[in-house]
């Protein structure tokens, strides 16, 4: 890490075209969180709440998604939010699809919003007022901080263009076509290039703005600026589907698989049918009076595959989510948590249903906790009759008389304050941290030493 900033820092050195890109990367990045983060302060719980009520059919799921990533400009984030909701139990898988496919759809108004602007209109003009009253509105109430940050990201944003497109038209005759190889393997070439600028940055859409950028200052063919609309598309899969599946349920790690098989198949379709797509997208600007405007033909490409994959897909939403239900079964709870058989090997219980994803909002987290508190319950339960010799299968109406009982009463073979700290304590570790150590580190992870010495004993 500390080699690569070292090597950044050279290049800025280098090249100030190099720095004034990065700059603006780095500004349109920050927008687009402070955007988002304004705009889930401003709507509060209601998001949430609109989420839940949006998936009953299908076609409301898709409108939801589309609507929202409109208003959010962030498919991740409208992703990650559907995740949350499905690993509570809250939305059903079927209907957590019909979103993630309306998040695709709605990733593509951004893209048309900064094409249709166009790159010859500098937005600094328009930026500098948004981010006097962004930061004075920050000063505020908690309403006028969520204006504030809205109108501070928007300025931010339009601050990131604008830098970007300096800094590209500062390197003169970089052009990338030189670097391509022909045919099909030039398009790959790029198509790894779009996957791979999206999963390093985490946004499609500073993809697509860098994709335009250089589009706008012939630094790249439209065929490469195609390509790399394509690949932007399969490198947001692997984001969404790596933080899913690390941090989610069982099914909210389905989701994530189905957006990565959503976002791979439409990717591959989109590649082998990239010349006619390319041909088609080309003859409609024109037909559109649009002319030879490259900015418009990317845009047209990008809600064009996107909308094609929605379209394949379509028909088999209840089909998809049986195979990913057989793909990925539940987890089966078990009769009997705590075993003390002899020979048993002991691992300190950690929190089930405290996941990352599950702790993205208030209604989500609430269900969460609610099933952990009833996993503690359970736990409680088993330390309690451990500690009375009763195990498991004898528990419930155990005789007078039973020689397992009598044995381990005189052999004291439980402690149960040994089986408190193991299987209670961190579980209530997590309760209390919200559940930040397991999301870290799952299952059986023991938790750190200063965690267990903020409960109390006596809190048994």
């Known amino acids: 890490m500390v080699l690569a900033l070292a090597a950044l820092a050279w290049s800025f050195w280098w090249s100030s075209g190099w720095l004034q890109l990065?700059?603006?990367?780095?500004?349109?990045?920050?927008?687009?969180?402070?955007?988002?983060?304004?705009?889930?302060?401003?709507?509060?719980?209601?998001?949430?709440?609109?989420l839940g009520k949006s998936t009953s059919t299908p076609f409301k799921g898709l409108l939801f998604g589309s609507v929202a990533s409109l208003l959010l400009q962030s498919s991740t984030l409208v992703s990650l939010l559907t995740i949350a909701f499905l690993s509570a139990g809250l939305i059903t898988l079927v209907g957590s699809i019909a979103v993630l496919f309306g998040a695709n759809l709605g990733a593509t108004s951004g893209i048309w919003l900064l094409a249709l602007a166009g790159q010859n209109i500098s937005m600094s003009k328009v930026a500098m007022p948004l981010l006097v009253f962004g930061i004075l509105l920050g000063m505020s109430g908690d309403r006028g901080k969520a204006v504030g940050r809205l109108l501070l990201g928007i300025s931010l944003i339009f601050m990131g263009i604008d830098e970007i497109k300096s800094g590209f038209s500062s390197f003169g005759d970089l052009r990338l076509d030189r670097y391509s190889a022909d045919g099909a393997m030039g398009a790959l070439l790029f198509v790894g290039v779009g996957t791979l600028i999206t999963v390093v940055v985490q946004s499609s859409h500073a993809t697509l703005m860098l994709t335009l950028a250089a589009l706008a200052s012939q630094q790249l063919a439209l065929d490469q600026a195609l390509a790399i609309a394509i690949g932007s598309n399969l490198g947001s899969a692997v984001s969404t589907g790596v933080m899913g599946l690390i941090g989610?349920?069982?099914?909210g790690q389905r989701l994530a698989v189905a957006h990565m098989v959503f976002n791979g198949t439409t990717t591959v379709i989109a590649f082998f049918l990239l010349p006619p797509m390319t041909w088609l997208v080309v003859h409609a600007t024109g037909w559109m009076g649009m002319g030879d405007?490259?900015?418009?033909?990317?845009?047209?490409?990008?809600?064009?595959?996107?909308?094609?994959?929605?379209?394949?897909?379509?028909?088999?939403?209840?089909?998809?989510?049986?195979?990913?239900?057989?793909?990925?079964?539940?987890a089966q709870e078990p009769s009997v948590l705590i075993?003390?058989?002899?020979?048993?090997?002991?691992?300190?219980?950690?929190?089930?249903?405290?996941?990352?994803?599950?702790?993205?909002?208030?209604?989500?987290a609430s269900s969460a906790v609610a099933k952990e508190l009833q996993h503690m319950a359970r736990l409680a339960l088993e330390v309690v009759a451990h500690a009375l010799y009763a195990p498991?299968?004898?528990?419930?109406?155990?005789?007078?008389e039973d020689p397992q009982l009598r044995s381990r009463l005189e052999h004291q073979a439980i402690n149960a304050?040994?089986?408190?700290?193991?299987h209670i304590k961190g579980v209530y570790a997590d309760l209390l941290g919200g559940g930040l150590s397991a999301g870290r580190c799952g299952q059986g992870c023991p938790p750190p030493a200063a965690q267990y010495a903020q409960i109390p004993d006596a809190a048994r």
């Open 22 to 50: 990065c700059a603006g990367l780095a500004l349109f990045l920050f927008g687009m969180q402070s955007l988002e983060q304004g705009l889930k302060n401003l709507a509060g719980g209601r998001l949430e709440q609109w």
């Open 248 to 251: 989610s349920a069982r099914s």
């Open 293 to 330: 405007n490259t900015l418009i033909q990317l845009a047209m490409f990008h809600t064009l595959f996107n909308a094609m994959g929605v379209l394949v897909f379509w028909p088999f939403q209840q089909q998809l989510a049986q195979a990913l239900e057989r793909w990925l079964p539940d």
């Open 339 to 364: 075993e003390t058989g002899a020979g048993q090997v002991v691992q300190l219980t950690r929190a089930r249903y405290l996941q990352t994803t599950s702790l993205q909002t208030a209604e989500s």
């Open 392 to 400: 498991p299968d004898v528990r419930h109406g155990p005789e007078r």
């Open 417 to 422: 304050d040994v089986l408190y700290r193991n």
